[in-house]
C-alpha cells in the first residue's frame, strides 16, 4: 500500500498500472504479477486482467502443480499502451 494523497492509500500494483494506463481501473480488474511476487511492481511484471481471467490462471495453477503447465508465459501488456 501507498499513500496517494491525504489519508488515502492504494496497492502500488494498481496505483502504477492506472498511472501507466491514464485511467482509473475498473473494479473487475486486476494487475497479475507474473513471476508471483507481489513486492516486484516493475511495469515488466504486471499483467493486466479480468478478475475471472486471473481466478481462472491461478484455478490452473493449482490444478496443474504436478503437471506440465502448458500455458504460454506471459509477458507484461502495459507497453502497448504507453
Known sequence: MIKVSGH???????????KILKRKLK????VHH????????????????????HK???????LNKDLADNRPKLKSNLYATS
Open 27 to 30: 473494479n473487475n480488474e486486476v
Open 34 to 53: 507474473i513471476d508471483g511476487n507481489k513486492m516486484n511492481n516493475k511495469k515488466q511484471n504486471l499483467y493486466l486482467m479480468t478478475s475471472t481471467e
Open 56 to 62: 481462472a490462471w491461478h484455478t490452473l495453477d493449482n
Open 8 to 18: 488515502s492509500w492504494q496497492k502500488e500494483d494498481r496505483y502504477i498500472v492506472e
